[in-house]
């Protein structure tokens, strides 16, 4: 059983930063590929970052450019630096560790951008 606790989330301005993590209850963190995904009121979930096991990321294209995840293996720990927030980045993110047969979640935390 895998426990994936997020925090960091809250209220910003547009164009304010926020630091999400995802600290996750194992100790085989390191071969998980881990994900942040989003869900927006009345839109379909969205993929919004993922990390490999080896530290490769790759990002949704609206984020590109001012999102950073990253993961700290000694620490269990994955990162979401959120950096040029807009109002369409509010959305409950949620954290996702997956191996090819099985995959986790979080409980989410709530990210609103408004002025």
């Known amino acids: 059983q895998v426990q994936l606790v997020e925090s960091g989330g809250g209220l910003v301005q547009p164009g304010g930063s926020l630091r999400l993590s995802c600290a996750a209850s194992t100790i085989t963190f390191n071969i998980y590929t881990m994900a942040w995904y989003r869900q927006a009121p009345g839109k379909q979930r969205e993929l919004v970052a993922v990390v490999s096991s080896s530290g490769n990321p790759n990002y949704a294209d609206s984020v590109k450019g001012r999102f950073t995840i990253s993961r700290d293996n000694a620490k269990n720990t994955v990162y979401l630096q959120m950096n040029s927030l807009k109002p369409e980045d509010t959305a409950i993110y949620y954290c996702?560790?997956?191996?090819?047969?099985?995959?986790?979640w979080g409980q989410g935390t709530q990210v609103t951008v408004s002025s």
């Open positions: 996702n560790a997956e191996h090819p047969a099985i995959a986790y």
